[in-house]
């Protein structure tokens, strides 16, 4: 190994969970080396410092004012929710498919509503329809109802078929990160757009939509509070549907939005995955356009 | 089946988390008495002393609320974690202020002279400069002492990626400690 190899490993070496082979090889090369020797040191005083930190002690008060506020029915910040706790009020994965769907359905709802109408009219058609799919999701079975035939038409495809309804090739139907399973691809065929909704199902079996367009309206989440996140270097729009943590982001000229993401660690590794799948795909095109 | 194969957590309070889903009051007070400390450490080198208490108010309400939800494929301590690094995260979004400037300075009893600043208020001032998230992991490793898996559990990335991102802290925490020239 050479000090660039070696420089990668040292900090897991230090702290003794580096795989044994590594951990022998960086051993022989931090013996004969003075640089990485002393980044090691380094390392080594760092750690000194952290545990010599003087620690702040909790305040005695904490918590009486803890069990005030359980006897208080607060509002439960988004990013804080355990993941399950999201869809606690919908009873069954049935229920929550079909609520999931009907809240991408509803995004692209909204979405039209930028295309065809004045920002006004747009935010009032996302008011309304967000509020019945969010009526619809929190109330069970027995609330959900379709959507009205005349904002959103959808046909469904699976697969390379999508690529054919919506004229591109998704980012999606190039697979979901590790961790994840692709439950259904569904290209949604409206007036003023083509979206491909991918559903996914985690290994701990939560579930996950990812939408896909190839056009990004600014007021997508029409009148909803919208905070940014920054994902690396990416500015992503985030709200809340009903409980469920929405985001929107766009990559080249595609916009993709997740429905249903857990926290932003999973958020950040969903965008930065497809970041790397667009540049991987603009790296193809330059090599075939360099080969003709 | 392999999928749905469930690991056995030696998790030391779950039957306290029992307990409490049992309805037994005093059952919370010991949750909070054995994880209080650690939430409030990392809310502390997160968003600083100021508003610690609030977070770590928020995430004890959070957790006590998500109870039910709670189904112990971590353990509990983990969760507690994971909890308090998201509200942490949520709390300097929610102030408006670019994290990397919310701990720029240390923290206000140990600001006397620069002169005084010694090691250990030179670390909390370089935390205080470094990505937040960087900032989590790096505590959860060195002050928690959790490993590279149960950090990973915590943030929800692979193991690996912890491994590179607690690098570039250290990395940068080594830079702007001025400790050597980077390597």
């Known amino acids: 190994m050479n000090c660039q190899e070696v420089g990668h490993r040292l900090s897991a070496f230090h702290d003794g969970e580096i795989l044994p082979l590594e951990r022998d090889a960086v051993a022989e090369h931090v013996g004969h080396c003075e640089e990485c020797r002393q980044y090691l040191h380094d390392l080594e005083q760092l750690s000194a410092m952290a545990a010599g930190m003087a620690q702040p002690v909790p305040p005695p008060n904490l918590w009486s004012a803890i069990e005030t506020g359980m006897n208080e029915q607060q509002p439960v910040s988004i990013d804080s929710v355990p993941e399950n706790q999201l869809y606690h009020r919908i009873r069954g994965p049935i229920v929550r498919w079909v ?71 998704p980012l999606v139907a190039e697979g ?71 985001a929107t982001w766009t990559t080249g000229d595609r916009a993709l939005t997740v429905i249903g993401f857990r926290d932003t660690f999973e958020l950040e590794r969903l965008v930065a995955w497809f970041d790397d799948r667009r540049r991987n795909r603009v790296s193809e095109l330059f090599e075939r356009q360099q080969r003709f | 089946l392999a999928e749905e194969a469930v690991t056995v957590i030696d998790d030391p309070l779950a039957s306290v988390v029992e307990q ?25 080198r997160m968003v600083g002393e100021e ?92 002050v928690e002492g959790l490993s590279y898996r149960e950090i990973a559990e915590v943030v929800h990335l692979p193991e690996g990626t912890v491994a590179s991102r607690l690098s570039r802290a250290r990395h940068e925490l080594r830079q702007h400690l001025g400790l050597h020239a980077p390597k």
């Open chain 1, 99 to 169: 609520g999931m769907a009907l809240a991408a359905s509803a995004l692209v709802a909204v979405w039209i509503g930028v295309k065809t109408r004045d920002v006004a009219s747009h935010d009032r058609q996302a008011a309304s329809v967000v509020g019945d799919i969010c009526a619809a999701c929190a109330g069970g079975e027995t609330a959900v109802k379709p959507l009205p035939p005349q904002v959103v038409h959808f046909e469904k495809a699976d697969g390379a078929a999508v690529s054919e309804l919506v004229g591109y090739r």
């Open chain 1, 176 to 246: 979901v990160p590790e961790g994840y399973r692709v439950m259904a691809t569904v290209a949604f065929k409206t007036p003023g757009c083509t979206c491909v909704q991918c559903s996914c199902r985690r290994s701990d079996g939560t579930t996950l939509t990812i939408l896909e367009h190839d056009t990004q309206g600014k007021t997508w989440f029409g009148a909803r509070p919208v905070s940014i996140c920054k994902c690396g270097a990416t500015d992503c729009q985030v709200t809340d549907v009903d409980g469920a943590r929405v």
């Open chain 2, 20 to 44: 409490c889903r049992q309805g037994r009051d005093l059952a919370w007070r010991q949750l909070y008495d054995a994880c209080h400390a650690p939430v409030y450490r990392l809310a502390a």
């Open chain 2, 51 to 142: 508003d610690a208490a609030d977070v770590t108010q928020q995430t004890f309400l959070q957790a006590f609320r998500g109870m039910p939800q709670f189904d112990g494929r971590s353990k509990f301590q983990t969760w507690m974690h994971r909890l308090a690094v998201n509200e942490s995260l949520q709390h300097l979004r929610r102030k408006h202020r670019h994290p990397s400037q919310s701990l720029d300075h240390p923290p206000a009893d140990n600001r006397n002279d620069a002169n005084d600043v010694d090691h250990r208020d030179a670390l909390a001032y370089a935390l205080g400069r470094i990505d937040p998230q960087l900032r989590a992991i790096f505590h959860l490793r060195e």
